[in-house]
């Protein structure tokens, strides 16, 4: 048995012999000598192949030994290492591992030496930096707060403008109201007569009830006339709420000029703070809480749009005072030139009316006499169809007599082939008369029914003629009074 990490026996040595290994004979040459070491890995060094000791077993070639006239080859086996021996064999390093494992460590010195150099450098440009950099934030922040306070004191020169504007607007809007309440009841009498004539005009029938010309026109006239008439009597009372939202735009710039005053003191004290100032201190987080309630856009848009309602208020107030101008200067001309246009236009209708009626009448007259025409036609043809129905018979009843003759006798010869063509001629002539009767008596109903339609239109345009020559013109003959528009309080 031998110890673990022993030397093997080579291959090619003999099995053990109970003859013992004996000193080679002088005489014997000098034997082939061979390495046949085969290490054996130990555990964790099964790997170190670049490496092993130069201890080698010589072992000479095979031997006689003669026990009993036997040959045997017998070899010098060595001796057996032990496993400590063997393992601090297997430990050793080389020259050039210890070299290696020198430059590495060089190297590595090395290399922290310039990174800590390079740290050091970058520490040190950082530090600038940030010290610029914090330098032109603080810069930046100044001319940021002398930037808002221009924006402050902007808006304060408009706020404070726009007030003033508002204030001496307000002031002439009663000077206004007086001068409407004497004419509104004045339209009541144009108004009616339009109202009347439409509602005459409301009685016509059929397609003569068409919104034409003169109903546009009286519409028109009515609705001027109301319009002119609902705004004076309203509009004391929208100069009054007009006043009202005044005051509301009033009350509107005068708290945000007062907190435009407040807000430039701040940042004013903001602007004059330094390093070296005295009230300065950590206020820790507060970076981190947002208690702002706009953006630099919809502080501007706030602004903005009181100044903007104001402007919207005044132009109410300019427009009302324009409207009740104008109402006085246009209404007497407009419905003048309102009045003129509907009795126009209902001169224009009755002459159209007019025409259509004779028309009318004359298309009336033909059509009597083209439905008399009509019934001669129909009386014909009908006589023309009783005509043709014998000669239909006497053709059919030569060909049924035909066909009982016998056997071959039954040719179709001429007379045969006549009389088939007969047959179907006058067939063919019977339903051509009577399609052309059926034609006819359906437009002799078409007629009819014109001349019914005809009639019916006369009745309708003899009322149409009634209701605006003598009803509503009767009325237009004179041009209504005109309100008092110079009656000032």
Not at 89 to 106: A, E, I, K, M
Not at 122 to 148: A, F, W, Y
Not at 239 to 260: F, P, S, Y
Not at 357 to 380: G, H, P, R, S, V
Request: proline letters at 4%.
């Amino acid at each position: 048995m031998e110890f673990l990490g022993t030397t093997q026996t080579a291959s090619y040595c003999g099995p053990k012999k109970a003859c013992g290994i004996r000193a080679l004979p002088p005489a014997v040459p000098a034997p082939v000598i061979q390495e046949c070491y085969q290490p054996y890995y130990l555990p964790g060094y099964r790997y170190l192949n670049s490496w092993r000791p130069s201890l080698f077993y010589k072992i000479s070639n095979g031997q006689t030994c003669g026990d009993k006239g036997a040959t045997c080859r017998s070899a010098l086996r060595p001796p057996t290492i032990l496993p400590a021996v063997r393992s601090a064999l297997f430990c050793r390093y080389s020259p050039r591992d210890w070299d290696q494992s020198n430059q590495l460590q060089v190297r590595g010195a090395e290399a922290s030496r310039l990174w800590a150099g390079r740290l050091t450098g970058d520490s040190v440009r950082l530090m600038q930096d940030k010290d610029q950099l914090t330098r032109q934030m603080q810069e930046g922040t100044c001319r940021n707060l002398g930037q808002r306070l221009s924006d402050i004191g902007f808006w304060k020169s408009e706020l404070s403008y726009e007030l003033e504007r508002l204030l001496n607007e307000s002031h002439s809007m009663d000077a206004v109201k007086r001068r409407l309440e004497c004419v509104a009841e004045e339209l009541t009498c144009p108004l009616q007569m339009a109202l009347e004539c439409l509602y005459q005009r409301e009685k016509r029938i059929g397609i003569d009830l068409v919104h034409d010309n003169v109903e546009k026109n009286l519409i028109r006239e009515v609705d001027l006339l109301k319009c002119c008439q609902e705004q004076m009597r309203k509009l004391a009372q929208r100069i009054d709420l007009q006043m009202r939202d005044n005051r509301d735009a009033q009350h509107a710039l005068e708290r945000d000029l007062e907190d435009k005053n407040s807000a430039e003191f701040i940042d004013e004290k903001c602007l004059n703070l330094r390093n070296t100032s005295d009230c300065i201190s950590f206020f820790h987080g507060v970076e981190k809480i947002d208690g702002t309630i706009s953006v630099p856009e919809t502080w501007a848009k706030f602004s903005n749009d009181n100044i903007r309602h104001s402007q919207n208020m005044r132009a109410n107030c300019i427009r009302l005072r324009e409207e009740a101008q104008n109402l006085f200067e246009v209404l007497s001309d407009q419905m003048w030139k309102q009045f003129t246009n509907t009795n126009l236009a209902f001169n224009a209708r009755i002459a159209e009316v007019t025409d259509v009626k004779n028309k009318l009448q004359t298309q009336l007259a033909k059509t009597l006499q083209e439905i008399f025409q009509t019934e001669n036609t129909i009386m014909l043809l009908e006589r023309s169809i009783m005509a043709k129905e014998c000669p239909l018979k006497v053709a059919q009843t030569r060909l049924e007599c035909r066909t009982r003759r016998p056997n071959v006798e039954l040719c179709r010869d001429i007379p045969q082939f006549k009389l088939v063509n007969e047959v179907f001629t006058i067939d063919d002539t019977l339903q051509t008369l009577k399609l052309r009767l059926r034609e006819t008596r359906d437009t002799l109903h078409l007629l009819v029914m014109t001349k019914c339609r005809l009639e019916h239109e006369l009745a309708i345009k003899a009322n149409t003629l009634c209701i605006d020559k003598e009803k509503c013109m009767s009325m237009r003959k004179t041009f209504p009074s005109t309100p008092c528009m110079g009656i000032c309080p």
